[in-house]
């Protein structure tokens, strides 16, 4: 049984900063392509970052040279360094694997609940 679990979230202001946590259990770790989406208020869910079992990274245009993800192999977890957080980057961010590279697409077949991420002006 996979489970994915989110943590990390909070409110911040404009310019700060928040990391976001992610761990994938109950498979080999290595095997997984990971990813972080979001979601606003009445929007669709949109993909923010991704890793492949490569360690090949993706980026979103809107959050290139702010986030950073990057995975910890010890602990299996999966991390997205969020710096100078804008308004516009308020929503629920989850965490989403599969044991196939989907990149930023949303086909990943594991997703956690999500960690809420508020940012104020």
């Known amino acids: 049984q996979v489970s994915v679990a989110e943590s990390g979230g909070g409110s911040v202001q404009a310019g700060g900063s928040l990391r976001l946590s992610c761990r994938v259990s109950g498979y080999p770790y290595r095997a997984y392509g990971v990813a972080w989406f979001r979601q606003a208020p009445g929007q669709q869910r949109e993909g923010v970052a991704a890793?492949?079992?490569?360690?090949?990274?993706y980026y979103a245009a809107s959050v290139k040279g702010r986030f950073t993800i990057s995975r910890d192999d010890v602990d299996h977890i999966v991390y997205l360094q969020m710096n100078n957080l804008k308004p516009e980057d308020t929503g629920m961010y989850f965490c989403?694997?599969?044991?196939?590279?989907?990149?930023?697409?949303?086909?990943?077949?594991?997703w956690g609940q999500g960690t809420q991420v508020t940012v104020s002006s």
């Open positions: 989403a694997a599969d044991v196939f590279d989907y990149k930023l697409d949303p086909k990943y077949e594991w």
């Open positions: 890793i492949d079992n490569d360690d090949d990274k």
